[in-house]
């Protein structure tokens, strides 16, 4: 009896692969993935446009990285080992470089935005944290603003414009809230340079020393009453508001 002939084995996968053309690239490292290449040119093109608002960002950048790396250095020559210092200051100098850009971009950013129409909820929409935000809750013909921010410190109404137009639509929306908010505190913050007005730039800073009192239980079912209540919202007034502000700090 004539005897049967084995069937030619399967070639392995990589194999296949290999003689197809088909096989898989080696894993590309960090620095190659494209959400490291995009972030690397993001952050050059930040760079790029703060640079032609403040000429002095490269100098400033310079300053913070020499200055602490040129003490470091002389601690470690009197007081030693040199070797175990340099690496200490070079990592603390590019610490300080990028607090002083990261500063500098959200400086100029803010001095961008001042002035125009819904730059308050711009910062607000940045800001990490729970901030239930209600863009345009007011407006009036000269482009005046009020917005309304519920979070664990209560209810934020934030006005925006130029003379007594914020501070009597402010008026009008405290009184509104209070008759649906209860209890709850009422935070009414004028944007501004003069008397008793919070400048832009210290917004976040101000919104996050509020003293937290609701629970977020509580948070949540006051956003929703207040949403019911008042209804729906005006739209913010178009204007030029820049997105490339470092985040802020959190809210717990």
């Known amino acids: 009896m004539a005897l049967r ?9 990589q194999a296949r692969g290999a003689r197809g053309g088909n096989s898989r690239p080696a894993s590309a490292s960090p620095a190659d993935k494209p959400g490291a290449k995009a972030r690397l040119a993001q952050i050059r093109a930040v760079y790029r446009i703060t640079r032609q608002r403040d000429p002095r960002l490269p100098w400033l950048m310079l300053a913070a990285f020499v200055i602490p790396v040129a003490i ?3 601690l470690g020559v009197f007081v030693g080992p040199l070797w175990l210092w340099a ?18 971009v959200q400086r100029t950013a803010y001095a961008e935005m001042e002035g125009k129409p819904g730059a308050a909820a711009g910062i607000i929409e940045r800001m990490r944290g729970d901030w239930r935000l209600t863009p345009a809750v007011g407006v009036n013909r000269n482009q005046d603003v009020v917005h309304r921010v519920v979070c664990r410190a209560g209810v934020v109404i934030i006005a925006e414009g130029r003379g007594r137009g914020p501070r009597e639509l402010l008026g009008n929306e405290v009184r ?5 908010a209860g209890d709850v505190p009422i935070i009414d913050i004028v944007i501004g340079n003069g008397e008793g007005e919070v400048p832009l730039a210290r ?3 101000t919104l996050l020393r509020q003293r937290r009192v609701l629970r977020r239980r509580q948070v949540d079912a006051l956003h929703k009453r207040l949403r019911a209540v008042t209804g729906s919202t005006l739209p913010i007034p178009k204007g030029p508001i820049p997105r490339n ?8």
């Open 72 to 74: 470091l250095v002389l």
């Open 87 to 104: 690496p200490l200051a070079v990592l603390l100098g590019l610490l300080i470089a990028l607090n002083v850009f990261s500063r500098r």
């Open 203 to 205: 917004l976040q800073s």
């Open 176 to 180: 509104r809230i209070r008759k649906v």
């Open 5 to 13: 002939k084995k069937p030619a084995e399967a070639a392995p996968p």
């Open 245 to 252: 502000i470092p985040r802020g700090g959190r809210i717990r």
